[in-house]
């Protein structure tokens, strides 16, 4: 794209034939002769041997003509040319500037339209014609094609011929604007493309960068949006043209494609696109977000997307990570929410852009989906979905041997795991380090038959690393049930009474009275102690295995049998082991 030019005030600079043309004309006309019969004098004879397709505009009087000719005598004897001058004629027509003939033979043609026009001597020359160059009487042939026709009173001329469906802004005074052009003269030859420079035209509008017309045409301009823009020669570079390219009174036609617009004074745009029903809190600065997107820019090109990485975008908002306009954009959003973020290049990359597809001082356009946020203050959400009818006197602690059904899913509806898929209830030991922090909390104080809903954070569950089938830094949904409970066992117990124990506990024991108790014997008294509610064995484990452990543990020497000097009760043993570390 040229500058704009000073706009030049001069008069056209006229060949020497064609100011010759001017001052004899008007004794031609009056010298002209009549037919030999006396009839009516001939006219203009119009061979319209090209007629192109499209003609938007004719030629009428008053308007200003750039057009190329040969002329010739009737036996083809060249008398004048402009190609051979290599200068096109530039003039008004209609006004007295031309010879009749030729005023005549211009009126009602097309651009790159060609006509031979047979003038008869009294609408050229005459009976006196031009010394040196025409003979009195002379029959002249012109040969013209024309290139360009306006007039004083024309404006810009806008034609739409691509609307986007969605347009966000549209182009003003004082917007920063990025596109791409073709640029030809109305005879369609080319004189520059921003296509073959690898980059589009960057300027501002409306401030003295642009030639009046372009300032003119751009307005209302949607990114994305296609345009047919007609420039006159005195909204253009006028009667000094530009360099070799555009030729002094050259009409300009330029195809625009607008890339995007944009106003320094531009803030971050937000446009909600789906909020999820029951939003009860929105995310601020410091919380750490998993959210996809894709990023396009303003004509929709794509220059990123998460779904393409198959992950998330992980970070904090609100604190330098991103880009700023990101940064604030992401802020009050819902988990769950779709939202468009527009972004100025000023709060994005600048003038420079980034890499090889954001290119400078582009407008970026994100659809993000927010998965979820977090805070790494955060603790465990807990929600009652239902509670049971009957009294509940006693609710889950630490140390509680618990059963329970759950469904676990991300924030945005995918399913991770349920216990509905193994058939039976999940146990655990509450506090045993069984299960993630967070569950372990939720499950706490609740009743037998209780429903609950749990929002766990990622430090309280799986973390940055996530675990498998679950993503890094995940906020986890559990929908818990609990099915029963028990009282658990002090940690390191096995089996406790609930009573004293046996003051000959050794003696009852060894059965068949040999002096030693063997696994059977062992496994009988723990086994009868059990079903008389003398103790119990640790709840979630089977109690064989139980049992074989605890037989384990006795039997020091590990020779199958336990004798007096090995049985020793827990508490003792850690009563000895205190005394030794004193």
Same mark, same amino acid.
């Given at each position: 794209?040229?500058?704009?030019?000073?706009?030049?005030?001069?008069?056209?600079?006229?060949?020497?034939?064609?100011?010759?043309?001017?001052?004899?004309?008007?004794?031609?006309?009056?010298?002209?002769?009549?037919?030999?019969?006396?009839?009516?004098?001939?006219?203009?004879?119009?061979?319209?041997?090209?007629?192109?397709?499209?003609?938007?505009?004719?030629?009428?009087?008053?308007?200003?003509?750039?057009?190329?000719?040969?002329?010739?005598?009737?036996?083809?004897?060249?008398?004048?040319?402009?190609?051979?001058?290599?200068?096109?004629?530039?003039? +008004?027509?209609?006004?007295?500037?031309?010879?009749?003939?030729?005023?005549?033979?211009?009126?009602?043609?097309?651009?790159?339209?060609?006509?031979?026009?047979?003038?008869?001597?009294?609408?050229?020359?005459?009976?006196?014609?031009?010394?040196?160059?025409?003979?009195?009487?002379?029959?002249?042939?012109?040969?013209?094609?024309?290139?360009?026709?306006?007039?004083?009173?024309?404006?810009?001329?806008?034609?739409?011929?691509?609307?986007?469906?969605?347009?966000?802004?549209?182009?003003?005074?004082?917007?920063?604007?990025?596109?791409?052009?073709?640029?030809?003269?109305?005879?369609?030859?080319?004189?520059?493309?921003?296509?073959?420079?690898?980059?589009?035209?960057?300027?501002?509008?409306?401030?003295?960068?642009?030639?009046?017309?372009?300032?003119?045409?751009?307005?209302?301009?949607?990114?994305?949006?296609?345009?047919?823009?007609?420039?006159?020669?005195?909204?253009?570079?006028?009667?000094?043209?530009?360099?070799?390219?555009?030729?002094?009174?050259?009409?300009?036609?330029?195809?625009?494609?607008?890339?995007?617009?944009?106003?320094?004074?531009?803030?971050?745009?937000?446009?909600?696109?789906?909020?999820?029903?029951?939003? +009860?809190?929105?995310?601020?600065?410091?919380?750490?977000?998993?959210?996809?997107?894709?990023?396009?820019?303003?004509?929709?090109?794509?220059?990123?997307?998460?779904?393409?990485?198959?992950?998330?975008?992980?970070?904090?908002?609100?604190?330098?990570?991103?880009?700023?306009?990101?940064?604030?954009?992401?802020?009050?959003?819902?988990?769950?929410?779709?939202?468009?973020?527009?972004?100025?290049?000023?709060?994005?990359?600048?003038?420079?852009?980034?890499?090889?597809?954001?290119?400078?001082?582009?407008?970026?356009?994100?659809?993000?989906? +927010?998965?979820?946020?977090?805070?790494?203050?955060?603790?465990?959400?807990?929600?009652?979905?239902?509670?049971?009818?009957?009294?509940?006197?006693?609710?889950?602690?630490?140390?509680?041997?618990?059963?329970?059904?759950?469904?676990?899913?991300?924030?945005?509806?995918?399913?991770?795991?349920?216990?509905?898929?193994?058939?039976?209830?999940?146990?655990?030991?509450?506090?045993?380090?069984?299960?993630?922090?967070?569950?372990?909390?939720?499950?706490?104080?609740?009743?037998?038959?209780?429903?609950?809903?749990?929002?766990?954070?990622?430090?309280?569950?799986?973390?940055?690393?996530?675990?498998?089938?679950?993503?890094?830094?995940?906020?986890?949904?559990?929908?818990?049930?609990?099915?029963?409970?028990?009282?658990?066992?002090?940690?390191?117990?096995?089996? +406790?009474?609930?009573?004293?124990?046996?003051?000959?506990?050794?003696?009852?024991?060894?059965?068949?009275?040999?002096?030693?108790?063997?696994?059977?014997?062992?496994?009988?008294?723990?086994?009868?102690?059990?079903?008389?509610?003398?103790?119990?064995?640790?709840?979630?484990?089977?109690?064989?295995?139980?049992?074989?452990?605890?037989?384990?543990?006795?039997?020091?020497?590990?020779?199958?049998?336990?004798?007096?000097?090995?049985?020793?009760?827990?508490?003792?043993?850690?009563?000895?082991?205190?005394?030794?570390?004193?």
């Amino acid at each position: 794209m040229f500058p704009a030019g000073p706009p030049s005030h001069r008069l056209l600079r006229l060949p020497l034939l064609q100011l010759l043309l001017l001052v004899v004309q008007a004794v031609g006309r009056g010298l002209g002769r009549a037919s030999p019969a006396g009839g009516p004098l001939e006219d203009v004879v119009i061979e319209r041997y090209h007629i192109p397709r499209a003609c938007p505009r004719e030629v009428q009087m008053g308007d200003f003509v750039r057009y190329h000719y040969n002329g010739t005598f009737e036996d083809g004897k060249k008398f004048d040319s402009s190609y051979d001058r290599n200068t096109l004629v530039a003039i +008004v027509v209609g006004v007295g500037r031309l010879i009749t003939g030729m005023d005549r033979g211009l009126m009602g043609m097309c651009v790159n339209e060609r006509r031979r026009l047979i003038v008869p001597p009294h609408l050229g020359y005459g009976s006196i014609g031009l010394a040196g160059l025409i003979p009195p009487d002379a029959t002249l042939y012109f040969d013209v094609v024309l290139l360009d026709v306006w007039n004083k009173e024309d404006t810009v001329q806008v034609s739409t011929l691509l609307r986007p469906p969605h347009c966000p802004r549209m182009v003003q005074d004082g917007d920063f604007v990025r596109y791409h052009y073709n640029g030809t003269l109305l005879d369609g030859t080319s004189f520059d493309t921003s296509y073959s420079k690898g980059g589009t035209y960057d300027t501002y509008v409306g401030s003295g960068w642009l030639i009046k017309g372009m300032d003119q045409g751009l307005l209302g301009m949607c990114p994305g949006e296609r345009r047919k823009i007609i420039i006159p020669p005195f909204l253009a570079y006028g009667e000094k043209g530009y360099g070799t390219v555009i030729p002094p009174h050259a009409s300009l036609v330029f195809h625009i494609l607008l890339i995007d617009v944009h106003n320094p004074k531009d803030t971050v745009q937000l446009e909600t696109l789906e909020l999820p029903a029951g939003c +009860v809190r929105r995310a601020v600065a410091g919380d750490f977000m998993r959210y996809h997107y894709n990023g396009s820019l303003m004509d929709g090109t794509l220059f990123d997307s998460s779904y393409s990485r198959n992950h998330t975008y992980n970070t904090y908002i609100g604190q330098g990570y991103i880009i700023p306009g990101m940064d604030q954009g992401l802020q009050g959003a819902c988990i769950g929410e779709r939202r468009r973020i527009t972004i100025p290049p000023h709060l994005a990359y600048g003038e420079n852009g980034t890499g090889d597809k954001i290119p400078g001082s582009a407008v970026l356009i994100f659809n993000v989906h +927010v998965i979820d946020f977090h805070n790494p203050a955060d603790v465990v959400e807990i929600r009652t979905l239902s509670r049971p009818s009957e009294t509940c006197n006693e609710t889950t602690k630490l140390g509680d041997f618990v059963r329970y059904h759950y469904n676990c899913s991300l924030l945005d509806g995918t399913q991770l795991f349920t216990s509905h898929d193994y058939g039976a209830p999940q146990e655990a030991t509450l506090g045993a380090n069984k299960v993630i922090e967070g569950l372990d909390t939720g499950l706490q104080g609740m009743c037998v038959g209780e429903r609950r809903q749990l929002i766990v954070p990622p430090h309280l569950a799986h973390g940055e690393s996530g675990a498998r089938g679950v993503p890094g830094s995940a906020v986890l949904l559990f929908e818990v049930e609990l099915v029963s409970r028990e009282d658990g066992l002090p940690t390191g117990y096995l089996f +406790v009474w609930h009573e004293d124990p046996p003051a000959n506990l050794f003696e009852d024991m060894d059965l068949n009275k040999d002096g030693e108790v063997s696994p059977e014997e062992f496994s009988t008294f723990i086994k009868a102690q059990v079903s008389e509610g003398k103790g119990r064995l640790m709840p979630g484990q089977d109690p064989e295995k139980t049992i074989g452990d605890m037989f384990q543990n006795q039997d020091r020497n590990q020779d199958g049998k336990i004798t007096v000097e090995e049985l020793k009760l827990k508490s003792d043993e850690d009563q000895e082991r205190v005394h030794e570390e004193l």
